[in-house]
C-alpha cells in the first residue's frame, strides 16, 4: 500500500468532547460564560422593565464574589466604570436572537423570550439551570433595587 492509495472518508473532528450544534440536543462541553450570562439576564428580564446595559455590567462585577458560576467572569474597571466583554458578548447574543431589544441603553425583554428556557435545557444540565435560575433572581432583585432608586446604592 502507498500514501496515493490511502483516502480518508470522513475525518473525525479534532476535539471529540464537542458535538456538532443540533437544536434540542445535549452539548457535551462545558457552558461558556456568555450562555451563562444569557441565561442570568435573560431569566431576570421582566417584561417592560428596563436593564440599563451599565448597571447589568456593574450589578453582574458585584455579585461574582458571592457567585461561583460568576467565577470565570473578567472586568475591565476604568474609575468607576465596570465592564466586561463576556457580559457584551451575551447582550448581543440575546439582541441577534430576538430575545431582547435594546433602546436608549436599555435592555427589554420581547414577546418570546420565556422561550430562551428551551434554548439553556439544550447546553445545561438541570442542576446549571436551577443554579444560574437563583442567581438570576438574585440579579433581578438588585436590578429593581438599583434602577427605582439608584442614590441608595453605594
Excluded at 414577546?111 to 430562551?116: I, K, P, V
Aim: proline share 5%; aromatic share 6%.
Amino acid at each position: 500500500m502507498t500514501i496515493s492509495d490511502v483516502r480518508i472518508e470522513k475525518a473525525e473532528p479534532l476535539s471529540r468532547g464537542f458535538r456538532e450544534e443540533t437544536p434540542g440536543a445535549m452539548m457535551n462541553r462545558p457552558p461558556r460564560m456568555k450562555e451563562i450570562i444569557s441565561g442570568i439576564i435573560l431569566l431576570a428580564a421582566r417584561g417592560k422593565e428596563p436593564m440599563p446595559t451599565a448597571k447589568v455590567h456593574s450589578i453582574l462585577h458585584a455579585m461574582k464574589s458571592h457567585e461561583s458560576i460568576l467565577s470565570g467572569l473578567r472586568f475591565s474597571l476604568t474609575g468607576a466604570v465596570c465592564y466586561s466583554r463576556d457580559i457584551d458578548q451575551a447582550i448581543h447574543h440575546l439582541t441577534d436572537g430576538g430575545f431582547l431589544k435594546i433602546v436608549a441603553g436599555s435592555a427589554f425583554a420581547v414577546e418570546h423570550a420565556s422561550g430562551f428556557g428551551n434554548y439553556l435545557s439544550g447546553f445545561l444540565t438541570n442542576s446549571q439551570i436551577q443554579v444560574v435560575h437563583s442567581a438570576s433572581l438574585r440579579f433581578h432583585e438588585r436590578m429593581r433595587r438599583d434602577v427605582k432608586d439608584p442614590h441608595d446604592r453605594p
